[in-house]
């Protein structure tokens, strides 16, 4: 890229930061929570329709991304680079962000089921963990699918998972599933089947009959430390 060329994108990346309702947004967003337009429509004190092309520019700006679930379209930022970009500005600006504070009854945000992998705050720990175990590694530029690593399929068969079954099922292997109350994903697709499998087989969580809450039991605690590191 020349200099004349390197100048404009910054230009174009800067003008679409400096307008205010899509700053809010991108502050927003900061916590590495994605949220739907009408929530950031919200923030940014916008109508729907405002916010939506709000969004279009600032993904096209390659600002933010967008994964859609169900019905429904989540944004988030578009990487590490982006969040550090909106932190050195907020050391510029000298002012503080608020914190994302979930609504979600505590029981349900805790632990519960997502279809039939494990969610919430544990669901979220859980795949954080092999991630920095290395255990999961993103095989797409969106960071949504995952694969085991070497590493990882030797530890989740030592847990009793049949890492070459699932593999054969008709079914997605393993992504990044964007968690309802934590907003960060968590994992789903058929290893995170198998995982909530090994947790109820083993009664490292119950389940309510009447709620997707999962309860976390004390021998449970105990495994997922020692296997895991989870506190």
């Not at 969004?55 to 933010?64: A, F, I, T």
């Not at 797409?140 to 990882?152: H, K, Q, R, S, W």
């Not at 890492?163 to 079914?171: E, G, I, K, P, S």
């Amino acid at each position: 890229m020349d200099v004349d060329a390197a100048d404009a994108a910054i230009s174009s990346i800067a003008a679409a930061i400096g307008e205010p309702a899509r700053a809010r947004m991108l502050y927003r967003l900061a916590d590495g929570r994605a949220r739907t337009s009408t929530e950031l429509a919200v923030v940014a004190n916008v109508s729907p329709s405002t916010a939506s092309v709000h969004l279009q520019r600032l993904k096209s700006e390659r600002l933010v991304q967008v994964l859609a679930q169900g019905k429904h379209r989540y944004y988030s930022l578009a990487g590490a680079d982006v969040a550090a970009a909106l932190e050195a500005l907020s050391v510029l600006a000298g002012a503080p962000r608020e914190r994302f504070v979930p609504m979600t009854p505590i029981r349900l945000r805790a632990a519960r089921t997502c279809y039939d992998h494990i969610a919430g705050t544990l669901g979220v720990d859980l795949h954080d963990r092999f991630v920095a175990l290395e255990w999961i590694r993103s095989t797409d530029p969106n960071e949504v699918a995952y694969d085991l690593t070497a590493t990882g399929a030797k530890a989740f068969e030592r847990l009793g998972v049949d890492v070459t079954a699932l593999r054969a099922r008709r079914r997605r292997f393993a992504f990044a599933c964007l968690d309802w109350s934590e907003r960060r994903p968590h994992l789903g697709g058929a290893l995170g089947a198998a995982l909530l499998e090994v947790a109820l087989e083993r009664r490292w969580v119950d389940q309510d009959l009447d709620s997707r809450t999962l309860d976390v039991t004390a021998a449970g605690r105990r495994e997922m430390r020692a296997r895991f590191g989870l506190s």
